[in-house]
């Protein structure tokens, strides 16, 4: 198994790709740190993973507190007994246009998205390096981490940041065995986007700016995930994996 006796931390670990990626790592034989803002689903997670076998352990963290944080990376090392693998998942996003964007909700979705990204890949970091082990980080950029669509603007700003900071932390930390890579996923169908879908005419714009007609199920993108953080893709860093059905590649005529 790929991630045997691996210690792997999940943010935003209750819900969506978070709780796929805790899944499908505790299936590759990972024992696994859920962290979320909803304890009550972190633990859901964790239960589903201990009952079939797994190891996993749940957590309250939010990721826009350097407490909660530090907190979160070290009781991850207490009851894991190593660190591994951090997952950054935790993610929220506005629709709104850009002219009645207010202060407080461009605050609040960089303080999660991009903030929430820097603050737990130092912490880990950190320990990483205060313990001299290797370890990888993968981060959730977007789509929108490379070009942009409308009402999105603290989002597409957030995501275009976590691009910056996964590129900066794996030019800093690759030569301490350290690799920072990040994906960037399409439309998923989770509970952030599940509004979409019960609207057809929405439903079919989403398909048709895929190139290969659909939407992404949450288990390809942890798929995706799981891809980069695995020990055998040792030269793989800074690297920015388009999850997206072709939708960057271009429009179609
Ligand atoms: P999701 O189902 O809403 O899961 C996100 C999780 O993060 C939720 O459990 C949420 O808890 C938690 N969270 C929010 N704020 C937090 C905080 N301050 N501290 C800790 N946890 C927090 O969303 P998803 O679709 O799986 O998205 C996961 C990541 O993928 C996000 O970064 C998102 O931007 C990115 N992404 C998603 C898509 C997509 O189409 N779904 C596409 C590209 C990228 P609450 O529900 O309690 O807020």
């Not at 996993?56 to 990376?73: C, I, Q």
């Not at 461009?106 to 320990?127: C, D, E, K, M």
Request: glycine residues 10%; aromatic residues 6%; negative net charge.
């Amino acid at each position: 198994m790929r991630f045997q006796d691996q210690a792997v931390l999940v943010t935003g670990g209750g819900s969506g790709i978070g709780q796929q990626v805790c899944f499908a790592a505790a299936r590759e034989g990972a024992r696994v740190a859920v962290g979320d803002l909803d304890l009550e689903r972190a633990e859901a997670t964790a239960a589903t993973i201990r009952g079939t076998g797994g190891e996993a352990h749940a957590f309250r963290l939010d990721v826009t507190d350097p407490a909660s944080v530090t907190a979160f990376v070290a009781a991850a090392e207490t009851t894991l007994g190593r660190l591994d693998v951090l997952v950054n998942s935790a993610g929220i996003r506005e629709i709104v246009s850009v002219l009645d964007l207010s202060l407080e909700e461009w605050q609040r979705v960089i303080g999660v998205n991009l903030t929430g990204t820097f603050l737990p890949s130092q912490a880990f970091a950190r320990r990483l390096v205060a313990l001299d082990r290797p370890g990888r980080i993968v981060n959730l950029a977007s789509t929108l981490g490379i070009s942009a669509a409308p009402n999105r603007a603290a989002y597409t700003a957030s995501k275009h940041g976590v691009v910056g900071i996964t590129k900066e932390m794996a030019l800093e930390l690759g030569d301490r065995g350290i690799r920072v890579n990040a994906v960037a996923p399409g439309v998923v169908r989770t509970p952030m986007t599940e509004r979409y879908f019960q609207d057809p005419v929405q439903a079919q714009v989403i398909r048709d700016i895929h190139a290969v007609g659909r939407w992404a199920e949450p288990a390809e993108v942890a798929h995706a995930i799981l891809f980069l953080a695995e020990e055998a893709n040792g030269f793989v860093t800074g690297a920015i994996l388009t999850v997206d059905g072709g939708w960057t590649i271009g429009k179609k005529m």
